[in-house]
């Protein structure tokens, strides 16, 4: 019988809660290790088995799977909770982008100080009530199903019930509005399984405390504060993601249960639309996916490289107003009022994962396996950490600037390129997974040009990856890509900067 997986975390939720959810949900038993000191932590750093210097790590079926989403992906897909093809999948992806996002709130808030506290709090219901409920209430009523997606139970039912709890423990009447949604959280909970784990005694973990607070604190010394970061972010962007405060200039910990790269709402959140007739009319005819963002990189460009690498033609839309994104919110198109969307097969998909979990599972992109596809999400998660910095840096105050330049060159040299360099020197091979290319060779083409962009010599040190971006570059569709003309944007400026600050009333 094959070992149980382990699951190496603090004995506290964090990151760790929604993998224990899943196993459980799964019927899958479990064993766990738990960080209590400096020294266990450091033990783990220097053997390597962090790849990216982080937990949460699992061990299971010979492999030691870091980053949360690949290692969620990996046992949905080995316990068949993830859709029956790849359309299914999509929605799943979709629908669990959105509970992530929600969560996302929820993880910061044992760090908070307790005025803070009270702000998120009032902030995550309201969030919960307005923007996230309301889409799955829609979703249940729609189709008329006990599942979200497939009739059947998926990946994307255990996180939304996860969700409601986590919203109900902050307001326990928060379902009231909802009644699909409660009589789903009473059907889900009562999947054996499921009451299982809710009931006493399970390897659920309760709220976090201040001694789970002081443990992570001190395993990855984390000496600062963490603060809701500026109100005015918080509120537009939706500030799951702790790198906000860093492109802000403002301190920030790595983690403990917050979104170091994750969600893929923020930054265009709530940028505006232009929808025009037209090219409504113009993309059935041509049956190419259609994006739909705004005239800049944000959180589109890895989906224009991806479609490019692959090979395929696509349309774009530039929204411009908020109005335009609200009117486009209320036909249906968007979800949860976030871009970026892109309209292809006939579905309407929202969330970057989602979107691009779709585009390289079609397009042959994704590896031949379940093990193969855990390697490329382990490296796209960490690529999208690096990314996730590059993001927000526009948005950063001039005084940050240098600092925050510093901190893109240090992760990128010290933490994240000497994964890729080992792997690529370990193997041999021309490319990162299975000897063939995939989304992590195409989203690693795309940092290192990035990261280029801010730190010129920062390939110096890395020879494998200078010879992988020479052959990335003469690849004839990502050849295409980088010459003038090609849909690929040019680095955010000011007047991209200006715009998006506009429309967030940042200013
Ligand atoms: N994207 C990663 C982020 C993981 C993460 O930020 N882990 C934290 C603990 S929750 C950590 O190990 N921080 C230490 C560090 O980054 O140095 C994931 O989702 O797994």
Known sequence: MAAKPVLYYFDGRGKMESIRWLLAAAGVEFEEVFLETREQYEKLLQSGVLMFQQVPMVEIDGMKLVQTRAILNYIAGKYNLYGKDLKERALIDMYVGGTDDLMGFLLIFPFLSAEDKVKQCAFVVQKATSRYFPAYE????????????????SWADIHLLEAILMVEEKKSDALSGFPLLQAFKKRISSI??????????????????????????????????????????????????IMVCKALGTPTPLCPG?????????????????????????RSMSGKPRLTYINGRGRMETIRWLLAAAGVEFEEIFLQTRE??????????L?????????????????????????????NLYGKDLKERALIDMYVEGISDLMHLILMFPFSPPEAKEKNIATIAEKATERYFPVFEKVLKQ???DFLVGNKFSRADVQLMEAILAVEEKVPSVLSGFPQLQAFKTKMSNMPTIKKFLQPGSPRKPPPDENYVATVMKIFKLD
Not at 200 to 206: A, L, T
Not at 265 to 280: D, F, K, L, N
Not at 324 to 333: A, C, E, F, T
């Open 258 to 282: 917050i979104h170091f790269g994750g969600t893929c709402s923020q930054v265009a959140v709530v940028i505006m639309a232009v929808i025009v007739t037209e090219h409504r009319e113009l």
């Open 138 to 153: 829609k979703v249940l009523k729609d189709h008329g199903q006990d599942f979200l997606v497939g009739n059947r139970l």
């Open 324 to 333: 335009q994104l609200l009117k486009l919110g209320q036909d249906g198109s």
């Open 192 to 241: 054996p399984t499921i009451k299982k784990f809710l009931a006493p005694g399970s390897k659920r973990k309760p709220i976090s405390d201040d001694k789970y607070v002081e443990t992570v604190r001190r395993v990855l010394r984390m000496y600062y504060d963490v603060t809701p970061l500026c109100a005015k972010v918080w509120a537009m962007m939706g500030a799951a993601d």
């Open 427 to 429: 193997h041999g091979q």
């Open 335 to 363: 979800m949860f009022y976030e871009l970026p969307l892109v309209e292809i097969d006939g579905m309407k998909l929202v969330q970057c994962r989602a979107i691009l979990s779709y585009i390289a599972g079609k397009y």
